[in-house]
Nanobody
Framework: QLQLVESGGGLVQLGGSLRLSCAASGFSLDYSFIGWFRQAPGKEREGVSCISSSGAETNYADSVKGRFTISRDSANNMVYLQINSLKPEDTAVYYC?????????????????????WGRGTQVTVSS
């Protein structure tokens, strides 16, 4: 079964940190570009970070630059999102998504359409 499962969310105080994990099964993240998205109540789902299929390119939304770091663990077929200096506006459900591209060197994107697989999300709540 091809799926993505996020974990690592929780309730954290203002300025705190979390590491979100995204575990893939049934396919290799090494042949995919991966995105992290979030959706706050009443808002559209937005891309916050992504990593290209080669792992050489990473992108971040302006709102998270300098605070979020995406990384890939090929050995364990996982992707992580390290979140530091959390703000109340970071409160949202965080989703990982993957687009399988095979051996093609593909950049990542914040557009939702290209992604084949989505996890069910993990809730991040920042208390002030």
């Amino acid at each position: 079964q091809l799926q993505l499962v996020e974990s690592g969310g929780g309730l954290v105080q203002l300025g705190g940190s979390l590491r979100l994990s995204c575990a893939a099964s049934g396919f290799s993240l090494d042949y995919s570009f991966i995105g992290w998205f979030r959706q706050a109540p009443g808002k559209e789902r937005e891309g916050v970070s992504c990593i290209s299929s080669s792992g050489a390119e990473t992108n971040y939304a302006d709102s998270v630059k300098g605070r979020f770091t995406i990384s890939r663990d090929s050995a364990n077929n996982m992707v992580y999102l390290q979140i530091n200096s959390l703000k109340p506006e970071d409160t949202a459900v965080y989703y990982c998504a993957a687009k399988v591209v095979g051996s093609i060197q593909a950049p990542c994107t914040f557009r939702r359409g290209p992604y084949d697989y989505w996890g069910r999300g993990t809730q991040v709540t920042v208390s002030s």
